[in-house]
């Protein structure tokens, strides 16, 4: 028996009266080899015992089917360690091949079929290839370690090889260099290996401070807490908030004391946002001792609003007033008709009044000296602790009047009686009164200039008198010295005097994207745009409508891009509706290939109108005749006396006419590919004798194999991708995929790096990944842009009208958990009514006040309300700026006060993706916490 290769069947041969199984496949072997039972090492194969260097031609075998009796040879056959070219020369053995026309032995690794003719040129030995779970150690294919694989294809002939170790999955150990699952509910994570050591299973309950999610033990969120002992494998489980309790606040998800003089209410979740405490605010007589309110020393006193927070204050000492004396260290009215200078200091001994004396000119009244009334006067003397006095009234004499209860001359030209009373009210010489809108200009009246105005009654008999000027209105200016209305679409600010030259009032521009409808500036209709700039005085105006450029279409307004394999001429209207793209026609001999026209492969023809626009298409193959072959994918005649079967694609590779009557005898004649000894197709040679696609033949007769690496799918392939390649990862873009491996044997699930799975890929040109392909967080849709953490702004502006009335209502909200309402208080001044509403937080003003007392006290309120923004006050305003960058904190301001104008917090920017939102980090999301798991909470 010649060249014994071992199959996919073990043979049963008997060996010395012992059956002997020999393991299928094919084995070589060297110094350190061992082949498998009942095989021996000759010339670097493992052969069956008794076989020789040229395949054991003289092996004794037990007769049976197949088998000749000792000593016989079939027909044909040669003698031991012979075999005869067809010109009747030896030719080498089995692992031979020829090296300057002798047979030599093949190198360590490397096989060969009997049969190389020494006579001619030098041959080569194949690469043993060694089967899957085998690796190459000293050029022999043995087996992998236990617990570990290897990929068919290692080559014998090259190095060393080693098996890859396999890796046990989730839920699985290792027992006898196996992966067996877990049991009993126990839970291992993925990784163990198996070429170890034997590996336990986890028990199946979490520990303290985990839930379950999923069938796995993860920790619980920041802020919360969970006992010991949740099964893994039932469902779902939660984690315990914590809630903090009263005068703690949530920091870094911890609950911490309220820092000493600021209290917190409890129930605050240590899972949210982080909280701040409101620091003690000391009532009136109370001052700071040791963060604590306390009540001041007898006899001082200290304003409301000391900050327990901060450091120790005092009291004021109470100085009484004056004609104030202390009694029992409080401040009391000297008794009636006596007198104390100012400054007594309540906080010491008792003091006494002087008793008071009246000076000239003054009587008592209930123990007090009082002025004289007007024109009457007294002597200096009354002693304001006794009875009440009177003075004597002043009578005025002849041509005399009473002016602020003196008696004066009248003016030249006016006359009175004797006796005006001096005490009375003011009389009036006889004279003629000015009328309305005149003055008195040198003792004579005259009109008011124009833009003026004065009251009836100045007279003339006294100085000269001037008019007051009017003072146009908001919106009004002066034109030929009178007030009128601004023209539609202009303003101007109150005040212009109409006594002064004509003034003008200022048209009004609209900003970019808006125009003038009925002299008001509005927004444009959605579609359409406009640069700012339109006066608002004018006639009305429009905005210009935006064309979309070539291959888009108009969707909701806005100009988008056509599906893929559509296309649209330039200038669809984005003001109008929804309008769409053509589907591209492919002409004649082309197909869609992505959703593209591409040309038919050469041999293959298409009709027009494949639609771009859908799927993939294909070209149909141009199928040869009888007795044609495929050159250059176009079928032609067979050379005479040669013939071919109809059917060749000319899509394919170059065909081959078949000799007549030659093909299939397992000869290779001339103008044969192959010739495998049979007429059948799909074996790699074809019924005419041609290497068919995909297939690389050998020898006579003709032995085929697929070519791995060429795309083709064939004979024994499991995969063929193009190429012999391991390939380790998708390209990017592609989460997943199907690749095959370099020996064609088996498909390889990969996945790839792609925008979104939260790692940076710069070399790929990512700029950012935020764990999400959406255009939200910190990274757009593409991770080609970073969106910025722009922190909100906004203001408040106090100077737009009177101060705020008591009970009047400002509303901020941060966005992130927090509501304030404040409410203005006047306390106890005139028409207020003190205190604020129940959960509203106190704006405390004084009774008079402008605008920079106004936002100061805003200023205050929102340092000590918790919300995340933080307030810089000046000049009447109050800026805002967040605390959190992002748009989470864009949240409008309202407020019910005339005395007041907001603008909203607006200006943030990223941050702001949902719940279930994949993140890689907390500032991605709107809610400020980021799982990496499950994605924004």
């Known amino acids: 028996m010649r060249g014994l ?59 049976g089917d197949g088998a000749m009796p000792d000593g016989a040879l079939p027909d044909g056959a040669m003698p031991d360690g012979a075999m005869m070219d067809a010109g009747g020369g030896e030719t080498c053995a089995t692992n031979q091949r020829v090296v300057a026309n002798a047979c030599v032995s093949c190198p360590l690794g490397t096989v060969n079929d009997a049969g190389d003719d020494p006579s001619g040129e030098d041959t080569l030995c194949d690469p043993r290839m060694c089967a899957a779970n085998q690796r190459v150690v000293a050029n022999s294919c043995v087996a992998c370690p236990t617990g570990s694989m290897n990929d068919a294809g290692d080559d014998a002939s090259g190095d060393d090889t080693l098996c ?41 309950l979490c520990a303290s401070n985990q839930r379950v999610m999923g069938g796995a033990c993860v920790a619980c969120p920041a802020g919360s807490t969970n006992a010991a002992g949740d099964d893994r494998g039932g469902a779902d489980t939660m984690c315990d908030a914590t809630i903090c309790g009263s005068n703690e606040r949530v920091a870094d998800h911890v609950c911490v004391s309220c820092r000493a003089g ?4 409890a129930g605050d979740d240590a899972t949210g946002a982080d909280t701040t405490c409101t620091a003690i605010r000391c009532s009136a007589n109370e001052r700071v001792l040791a963060n604590a309110c306390v009540a001041c020393a007898a006899g001082s006193t200290n304003a409301a609003g000391d900050d327990a927070t901060g450091t120790d204050t005092t009291c004021d000492a109470m100085v009484c007033m004056a004609n104030q004396r202390v009694l029992a260290h409080a401040c009391v009215a000297c008794p009636a008709g006596t007198t104390n200078a100012a400054g007594d200091d309540a906080v010491g001994a008792d003091t006494s009044c002087d008793t008071v004396t009246c000076a000239a000119n003054q009587r008592v009244s209930m123990n007090a000296c009082v002025a004289c009334p007007a024109g009457s006067t007294n002597a200096a003397g009354d002693n304001a602790s006794g009875a009440d006095t009177t003075c004597d009234a002043m009578i005025c004499a002849v041509n005399q009047r009473v002016q602020s209860h003196m008696c004066v001359a009248c003016a030249a030209g006016a006359m009175n009686a004797a006796g005006d009373d001096a005490t009375g009210d003011d009389t009036v010489c006889d004279s003629a009164l000015c009328s309305s809108n005149q003055r008195v200009q040198s003792n004579a009246c005259v009109a008011c200039p124009a833009g003026t105005t004065n009251a009836a009654g100045d007279d003339p008999t006294g100085a000269n008198t001037t008019c007051d000027a009017v003072t146009c209105a908001a919106n009004q200016r002066v034109q030929s010295n009178a007030c009128v209305s601004c023209s539609p679409g202009s303003t101007n600010a109150a005040g212009d005097d109409a006594s002064g030259s004509n003034t003008s009032c200022d048209p009004t521009l609209c900003p970019a994207n808006r125009r003038v409808v009925s002299n008001a500036c509005v927004t444009c209709p959605a579609g359409s745009t406009n640069a700012a700039g339109d006066n608002a005085t004018g006639p009305d105006t429009t905005c210009d409508p935006t064309l979309c450029p070539a291959n888009q279409r108009v969707q909701s307004n806005a100009c988008v891009a056509c599906p893929a394999g559509t296309t649209n001429a330039a200038g669809d209207n984005a003001t109008g509706g929804n309008t769409s793209c053509d589907a591209t026609l492919c002409p004649a001999n082309q197909r869609v290939l992505s959703n593209a026209c591409v040309a038919c492969p050469a041999g293959s023809t298409n009709a027009a109108g494949d639609d771009a626009s859908g799927s993939n298409t294909t070209c149909d193959a141009t199928i040869c005749g009888m007795d044609q072959r495929v050159v250059s994918h176009v079928c032609v005649a067979c050379p005479a006396g040669q013939t071919n079967d109809a059917g060749d694609s000319a899509v394919g590779g170059d065909t081959t ?9 397992g000869v290779l004649n001339s103008g ?38 060429d795309g083709l799918r064939r004979g024994s392939e499991v995969c063929d991708d193009g190429n012999t390649t391991n390939e380790t990862s998708c390209p990017y873009g592609t989460p997943t995929c199907t ?13 790839g790096p792609y925008c979104g799975d939260g790692n940076l890929q710069s070399a790929l040109g990512e700029v950012c990944d935020d764990g999400n392909s959406n255009a939200c967080g910190t990274c757009n849709a593409t991770c080609s842009a970073i969106i910025p953490l722009n922190r909100p702004t906004g203001q408040i502006d106090c100077t737009v009208g009177p101060s705020p009335n008591d009970g009047d209502i400002l509303t901020i909200d941060d966005g992130y958990g927090r509501r304030v309402t404040f409410e203005f208080d006047k306390g106890s001044c005139a028409g207020s009514t003190p205190g604020v509403r129940a959960g509203n937080v106190q704006i405390t003003l004084p009774c008079t006040g402008g605008a920079n007392n106004t936002c100061s006290n805003i200023l205050s309120a929102i340092a000590g309300s918790g919300l995340q923004i933080d307030a810089v006050s000046s000049g009447g305003r109050t800026d805002l700026t967040h605390r959190i960058g992002g748009a989470g904190g864009n949240v409008p301001i309202t407020w019910s006060s005339a005395g007041l104008a907001a603008t909203g917090m607006s200006g943030g920017t990223g941050g702001n993706c949902p719940s279930g939102v994949g993140c890689n980090n907390d500032n991605v999301c709107l809610s400020q916490t980021c799982n990496a798991a499950v994605g924004c909470l």
């Open 164 to 204: 890859d170790p396999i890796l046990c999955g989730t839920d699985e150990h290792v027992v006898s260099h196996a992966c067996v699952a877990c049991t009993g509910g126990e839970a291992n994570l993925m990784g163990d290996d198996a070429t170890g050591a034997d590996t336990p299973c986890d028990g199946a």
């Open 672 to 709: 044969e590919g192959c010739d495998d000894g049979n007429s059948g197709n799909g074996d790699g040679c074809s019924s005419s004798c041609a290497v068919e696609s995909g297939w690389a033949c050998s020898s006579t007769p003709s032995v085929c194999s697929p070519i791995c690496g």
């Open 739 to 751: 690749a095959c491996n370099s020996t064609c044997t088996m498909t390889l699930s990969l996945t």
């Open 262 to 265: 600021a209290a917190r209410d």
């Open 5 to 63: 290769k071992l199959g996919s069947l073990s043979l049963l041969l008997l060996v010395g009266c012992v059956e002997v199984t020999i393991p299928p496949g094919v084995y070589s072997c060297g110094p350190s080899d061992a082949c498998p039972d009942g095989l021996v090492c000759v010339a670097g194969t493992c052969e069956l015992p008794g076989t020789t260097g040229d395949g054991g031609a003289n092996m004794d075998a037990t007769p």
């Open 657 to 665: 006419c078949d000799v007549i009557v030659l093909c299939g005898n």
